[in-house]
């Protein structure tokens, strides 16, 4: 079974005085402006990286959550954080990383189950998968 989501972007103009928006198949981001000062600067406003984490905490939230199920046992609550670094790099600007954090309370586990269904968790999640993906491309160019 493929299932297949889409999220959009529009951009115009140069890289620094430029303008984009952002937008996903459900209607969650519509449109959603992004540019260099929400990357780079201090502008307040969204960004790929953010994106990208927010994706990765939310799906390392529910693979756990199903992790957490198939060993019966229920959370009551999973507050995940997926920082995503950003880095200049010789040959220009690179996600290097990503950092996990989680705060659980999950009612009849110890410790040591906690950390092996987390740990599972963080590399059975197809976030997690996709930051290593081969990625094709398919680019059109119109007239």
């Known amino acids: 079974m493929t ?3 889409y999220g959009t972007a529009q ?3 140069g890289l620094k005085d ?3 928006t952002v937008s996903t198949e459900s209607g969650a ?5 992004y540019g260099f000062n929400t990357r780079f600067g201090d502008v307040k406003g969204t960004n790929p990286e953010e ?3 927010a994706a990765h905490a939310a799906c390392f939230a529910m693979a756990l959550s199903n992790i957490l199920g198939e060993a019966g046992l229920t959370a009551s609550a999973l507050d995940a954080k997926s920082v995503v670094s950003l ?3 010789p040959d220009g600007f690179a996600v290097t990383a990503a950092h996990l954090t989680l705060t659980a309370t999950i009612p009849g586990t110890t410790d040591a189950q906690f950390q092996e269904l987390a740990a599972k968790a963080k590399a059975g999640c197809p ?3 996709l930051l290593k993906a ?3 491309l398919e680019a059109t160019l119109k007239s």
């Open 87 to 89: 880095d200049k790099q």
């Open 18 to 20: 430029g303008k984009g």
């Open 11 to 13: 951009w115009q103009g």
């Open 127 to 129: 976030i997690s998968k």
């Open 3 to 5: 299932i297949k989501k």
């Open 29 to 33: 981001l519509s449109a959603h402006p």
């Open 51 to 53: 994106l990208v984490g």
């Open 134 to 136: 081969e990625i094709t």
